[in-house]
Nanobody
């Protein structure tokens, strides 16, 4: 199973960015989502979408939106009203009904003027 992310980069505060994650090699997916990690901090969940619906972390709720194209399958993270605190490496993940978890390679998002 491979997860390939794209869409990271530099964005100004208040701007928007979209991340995408394409999964290949599995047709038994349950959840897909995004975690983020900053130096010295643990990786934590940003958003998730699956059989239990959508979940958002407190710090991004109302600003970020997660979508999935189940025909692809691809996950998207629409980031709006970004803040310097959103600067991190974003990791896409996917889990299966059998309990396996897979990760993307990570993509850097930097929010700076």
């Amino acid at each position: 199973v491979q997860l390939v992310e794209s869409g990271g980069g530099l964005v100004q505060p208040g701007g928007s960015l979209e991340l995408s994650c394409v999964v290949s090699g599995s047709d038994n997916l349950n959840n897909m989502g995004w975690y983020r990690e900053t130096p010295g901090q643990q990786r934590h969940l940003v958003a998730r979408m699956g059989s239990s619906g959508r979940y958002y972390g407190d710090s991004v709720r109302g600003r970020f939106t997660i979508d999935r194209d189940t025909n692809d399958p691809t996950a998207y993270l629409h980031m709006s009203s970004v803040e310097p605190g959103d600067t991190a490496v974003y990791y896409c993940y996917a889990d299966t009904w059998a309990g396996s978890v897979y990760w993307g390679q990570g993509t850097q998002v930097t929010v700076s003027s």
